[in-house]
């Protein structure tokens, strides 16, 4: 993911976060050179003493490298330069961490624990000038919410990121239609009906119903877990297009849920042949196609 | 341009072969229902396969053929819409028009449809 300059100096103006900022931090440069290990080995001390830890650094060699990282990322704090380069690397560092899976409550925990350790060790060295800690801290505050800023963005954007695949996954799924038997399609609708896959649906289903001459169209929708007013007008149109071509359409798989959701958002499916499940629905469309075979002129009642 | 409506055995055939204008259209209802009770005829197949449109018009005008029709008793199978035609008058709201007019694949299915219904022997739908 990409954060525009124009984003950071917004994010920096809004934690107050300017030149003096610079100044404080860069003071800290030799203090935190002085820290770096000793925080860091703390922290991970602290870190393997839960079981998310231990989890995590079995592989001590990708313990070790870790720290490495940190200890980079701990200079980096005070360098006194937070340009792009210095977001792109925290967007980096957010990014390794979602993707080994790191716990967004680890994260947090970590900084955490590096403000408590570092704040600690600011008034040790400054005793006698608590003003100067005090300044200290706030400036080094606002960059570290900088920075969680910034990693909570890379969560969020990987895992937005694996829903639109996901969704686009559902979406993408082809809807056969399935000739079941002389006049008769079958079309079984799994997942997600959004506007372009119901149109594609209804085109598809209109040239099979010319195709193989059909005249009941058995529309399964077991599958499809929700339906809005959107949805059942996709339906109600597939089902209108179809009778226009002289295609009967029968319903199956209404939910519970979805009949019920059906009924209070008042949707009227009224003109619509709706059954419980695709059994009933192939038994009702065998013996509507008996009677279209039957062209002897002799009337025969149906057998139910 | 007239439609030319044909007869076949107790059914009358009309065939739309191209698009025509709105009077033309009057005129179609206007003539059938005149046969329908003159020739006696059971059934009327109204065929607009060759229609690459069914616009607002048409569509309340068959509506009320095919209901003037059975008012002289007599039943109106619609047959031959294409799919783009179908799928067009689905989006343009105007499949609710023709709710009440039967409707079939071609000429053949409609004749069976007529069939059916002449004989009683389906009464589904």
Known sequence: MGVTPEEVAERKAFLEFDDRDVGHLQELTGLAQQYAVPVIEAFYRHLLSFPVGQEFFEDRALLERVKQAQVRYFLDLTTGDYGPDYVENRLRIGAVHERIGLPVDADLGMYNFYLRDVS??????????????????????????LDIGLALDTYIDHRERTIRLQQRAISDLPTPVLQLREGLLLVPIVGLIDSSRARQLTEQLLQAIRANRAKVVVLDITGVQAVDTKVANHLVQTMEASRLMGANVIVSGLSPEVAQTLVVLGIDLGNVRTVGDLQVAIDEADRFLGYQADRSGVARQPES | MAVPILRQGPYLIATVMAAIEDHDWQRLGADLVSLTGGDRAKGVLLDVTNLDVLDSFAARTLATIAQTIRLRGAMTVLVGIQPEVAFAMVQLGLAGRLAGIATALDLVDGMATLDRSVHGAWRHG
């Not at chain 1, 000038?129 to 801290?137: D, F």
């Open chain 1, 120 to 145: 600690k060790r600011l008034f040790e060295a400054w005793r006698d000038k608590p003003e100067r800690v005090l300044t200290a801290i706030q400036s080094l505050l606002k960059l570290v919410f």
